[in-house]
């Protein structure tokens, strides 16, 4: 595993284009995976990616399918 798969809050809030504030509010209402270490909050890129798809409006979500099927 590199380095690059464990981000910070503000690495996710760039990643995802939102404001970090959000990120936190998510990661304290459980509603985005993370894992908070120490008084720090941690986020594993491939399950960001995950619960992205997972939690994309549902007339995309076909387009998901076959970005998936072709890489």
């Given amino acids: 595993m590199a380095i690059d798969d464990i981000?910070?809050?503000e690495e996710v809030a760039a990643y995802?284009?939102?404001k970090p504030q959000?990120?936190?509010t998510w990661a304290q209402e459980g509603k985005i995976p993370a894992a908070k270490l120490g008084n720090?909050?941690?986020?594993?890129?491939?399950?960001?990616?995950?619960?992205?798809?997972?939690?994309?409006?549902?007339?995309?979500k076909p387009f998901?399918?076959?970005?998936?099927?072709?890489?």
Avoid: G
Wanted: charged share 35%; proline share 0%.
């Fill in 64 to 71: 998901f399918k076959e970005d998936a099927t072709n890489n």
């Fill in 22 to 24: 959000t990120i936190y």
């Fill in 40 to 60: 720090q909050w941690r986020f594993k890129r491939s399950m960001i990616d995950r619960w992205f798809l997972e939690n994309i409006d549902d007339k995309f």
């Fill in 16 to 18: 995802l284009r939102l």
């Fill in 7 to 9: 981000m910070t809050i």
